[in-house]
């Protein structure tokens, strides 16, 4: 007999007809659905809504086709969270880069930026290491390339900072706003108020215009995702009218009406009750592992259940799978579940504790094919998110902890300096200058500690800057979280993920979540604000950064990110240590994984 028949979860989402709730938009799915006021539920049904109206999907293609007959080859998507993580997707398996490729840009690091121009040099062979950047190099650089600036948040301002950038620069290689730039944004948010003082193109994020769908629930049904997949068909010379193919297909495939009908069968309700059945007080770890390649998913499926679930001290926490599993994962109360995503079409072994979701489209030969099958498990998905919510009376719309830190990053960009808020904010210091650091060998450019000593209850009486990380280290925490503001080398990044993982997993025995900000700020920081409790988070904040390639844009955003989060975590009584390193972030990054490695040598 199958372990979900005796699911209590599921008995209750049967009983109380919670799929049916969420289809009709009625009862507790309507509140839970709801947002200062408006229902953002448009994503349940917006599949079948597109299949009837095949007009609107057929300008989505026209749209696509005009980009490629105008000559651009290159697309910059300019987004946080939702609005750039489903380029992210399609780009890591092999969509939106080939005649026509796609840049995500999620990043307020001069060195992102910088990262960009040089990939656009090299795709018109041009070494910027070589050749001056004046305004006829900028010219070649972005004759065919356009920037589009997407923001499914109302007060979202990265992507108005990056839109800045790049208008400047098409002023300076004297190319026309108006053939470079779109704007997709909710009416009157900050994105779209700056879109129409510039008299720029403006695209609905929905394609009726409405503004239901929470930036996590753009995939499949606006066009966060359906203007890269069909600016993908272009490429590939497919036949119009094959863009609502995908969507028949994946509505199929997903099979809502399934989940009406027999929800102890569905694999996606399944999900849902088998975290619920394993959480602890609305608490639950969901391990995932995705075929090679896959990362990207997981990454999106981290911003739709932690931004959704995490409230109120309850939620769903996503790792990579890590060997620190509980003895009884998947047990009613063990916190804790593995999701496998595979790709085989066939009936693979299901181990104890494992959820298993297959979707045969994936294996297909067809990418069409293969892009409905992606579709339908995101669909799948955002399901178990509001089935959980309602299990739990989660709110799964609205990210109110997010835009705490939003309004405090704003305060501080606007103030100009905003490392020297760290020091007016009463948090207690603790520095190398004045700190052997035993066990930290090598040089280590200076370095400061800051944190709240009420985070975690601890006097501020001064300790040295390793004993303190350990007294953090000693509370148990939950989970280990590494945040790195800014880009930085994979080099460094890859000894800090060792030496962090080495930490979490075999000395503490708890999972470990390494994160790179600010994009990490839209797709977690909800969660590790007001989710589930006992993360201890540890980030890291240069005070040297790369200096762009051309154009003007600096650093201060990403200071304003950095700090302004640090605030908000200590605001909200979490345990949250902030790094500022003298030096540049690759530099700082490998001092922490040093420092790191000693307390894992010491505990």
């Known amino acids: 007999m199958n372990a979900m028949d005796h699911s209590s979860a599921l ?42 109206a095949p007009d609107a999907l057929a300008e989505v293609e026209a749209d696509a086709r005009a980009i490629y007959d105008q000559g651009i080859r290159h697309i910059i998507w300019s987004g946080m969270g939702g609005s750039v993580l489903t380029v992210q997707v399609l780009r890591a398996l092999g969509y939106a880069g080939d005649d026509i490729m796609i840049y995500p840009l999620n990043s307020t690091d001069p060195a992102a930026l910088n990262h960009l121009l040089r990939q656009l040099g090299a795709a018109h062979g041009i070494d910027l290491a070589q050749v001056p950047l004046d305004d006829q190099v900028i010219h070649a650089l972005l004759k065919d390339v356009a920037l589009y600036a997407v923001a499914m948040g109302m007060t979202s301002e990265e992507p108005i ?139 999106w499926m981290e911003q739709l259940f932690e931004e959704s679930l995490g409230k109120g001290g309850k939620g769903v926490s996503i790792f990579a799978d890590q060997p620190v599993l509980p003895r009884n994962v998947g047990a009613p109360g ?177 999972p470990v979540k390494l994160r790179e900000a600010p994009a990490a700020y839209h797709s977690t920081e909800q969660s590790e604000m007001d989710g589930p409790p006992g993360v201890l988070s540890i980030r890291l904040l240069a005070r040297r950064h790369q200096s762009i390639l051309a154009g003007e844009f600096d650093a201060i955003f990403l200071e304003a990110q950095g700090v302004g989060t640090w605030q908000a975590m200590s605001n909200q009584g979490r345990s949250c240590m902030l790094f500022v390193g003298a030096g540049d972030l690759d530099e700082l990054a490998t001092n922490v994984a040093a420092i790191l490695r000693a307390i894992a040598q010491t505990s």
């Open 11 to 52: 008995t209750r989402l049967r009983a109380e007809d919670a799929v049916g709730q969420l289809r009709a938009r009625s009862g507790a799915m309507r509140e839970l659905g709801s947002d200062a006021g408006s229902l953002l539920l448009d994503w349940v049904d917006a599949i079948p809504h597109l299949l009837t």
């Open 334 to 510: 063990s916190g804790a579940v593995r999701l496998t995503i595979t790709l085989s079409s066939e009936v693979a072994p299901n181990d104890p504790g494992t959820v298993l979701l297959q979707q045969p489209l994936l294996a297909e030969g067809d990418p069409t094919l293969r892009l409905a099958g992606l579709a339908a498990i995101m669909l799948g998905l955002q399901l178990t998110v509001a089935l959980y919510g309602y299990l739990h009376e989660i709110r799964f719309v609205g990210q109110p902890a997010v835009e705490d830190y939003k309004a405090r990053a704003r305060e501080l960009r606007l103030a100009g300096n905003p490392l020297l808020a760290i020091e007016r904010s009463g948090a207690t210091e603790w520095s190398n200058a004045t700190d052997t650091l035993d066990g930290v060998t090598g040089g280590m450019d200076q370095l400061s500690l800051y944190t709240m000593a009420s985070n975690d209850g601890q006097d501020s009486r001064a300790r040295s800057l390793l004993s303190r990380l350990q007294t953090a280290l000693a509370t148990q925490p939950r989970y280990l979280d590494i945040t790195i503001n800014g880009i930085v080398s994979a080099i460094a990044l890859t000894e800090l993920e060792q030496a962090a993982l080495y930490l979490g997993n075999a000395v503490l025995h708890i």
């Open 161 to 299: 900072a990056h839109l800045e950038w790049f208008g400047a620069l098409l002023d300076r290689a004297d190319l026309p706003r108006s053939a470079h730039l779109r704007v997709l944004a909710l009416p009157d948010s900050f994105l779209d108020r700056e879109a129409q003082a510039h008299h720029l193109q403006r695209l609905s994020l929905q394609l009726d215009g409405a503004n239901g769908t929470p930036g996590r629930m753009s995939a499949p049904g606006t066009r966060v995702f359906l203007l890269p997949v069909a600016i993908d068909l272009v490429q590939r010379g497919a036949a119009p009218g094959t863009l609502r193919n995908i969507l028949a297909r994946a509505w199929e495939a997903y099979d809502l009406e399934g989940a009406l009908t027999h929800p102890s069968h569905h694999p996606f309700t399944q999900l849902a009750a088998a975290l619920s059945d394993a959480s602890i007080a609305g608490c639950c770890n969901l391990y995932v592992q995705v075929p090679p390649g896959w990362d990207a998913l997981r990454w």
